[in-house]
């Protein structure tokens, strides 16, 4: 019986330690091994998302459906004050060279915000002005607090308003046009952006 038991226990144990050792590959978790963790949006259930305060949206350009991003543009006019809204949406869904859809997102959002702020700064040669810029009008790029995970404005004096906002792995900008001070429309370009954002899915 005593040599039976020494050849069973250490079996036993082996086994044991085999069992633990399949389960723990050593590794922590990854939520980047995780399917679609990289890409938590995928566009608009509706082509043009519904926008309270505008008459419904009109699509200016074909929608672009790809395996590696979507791509929208709607324009809407608000129901009281006939301004208009321009909307761009750009999702990223998949990404090549090793970055994944939201770094792509995110390097989107920041070259945005180079340009606006050399824009809305001193003048560069190398950087051409937006249409919706005179040469008279003295821009100002302001950062925008909860709005997505990152968000900022450019406002030109009499003409509006644009909006960056980024969401994961989704870039939005929203021009609103208003021929009073920009600073004025960013309140309403800033509701409108934030709605757009809660109608990604």
Known sequence: MKIALRHVIPVLLGTALLTVAACDDGDPPSSAREPGAAARWTGFVKECPV?????????TAAAYDGPNLFSLRCQYVTTE??????LNVTVYRAASGGSTAEQLAVATME?????TTVIAGAPSPSVPSL?????SA???TRPIDELG???FARLVPDRGVRVYARSANAVVQLDFTDSRDGRKALTTATDLTRQALTKLH
């Not at 926008?51 to 699509?59: A, V, Y």
């Not at 004050?81 to 321009?86: D, F």
């Not at 249409?131 to 040469?135: F, I, T, V």
Request: charged share 30%; glycine share 6%; net charge positive.
């Open 111 to 115: 070259k945005d915000r180079a340009t």
């Open 138 to 140: 003295s821009a100002e």
């Open 131 to 135: 249409p919706s810029a005179s040469p």
């Open 51 to 59: 926008l309270t305060g505008t008459d419904p949206g009109r699509r």
């Open 81 to 86: 004050a006939r301004q208009k809204v321009v």
């Open 149 to 151: 995970d990152s968000a």
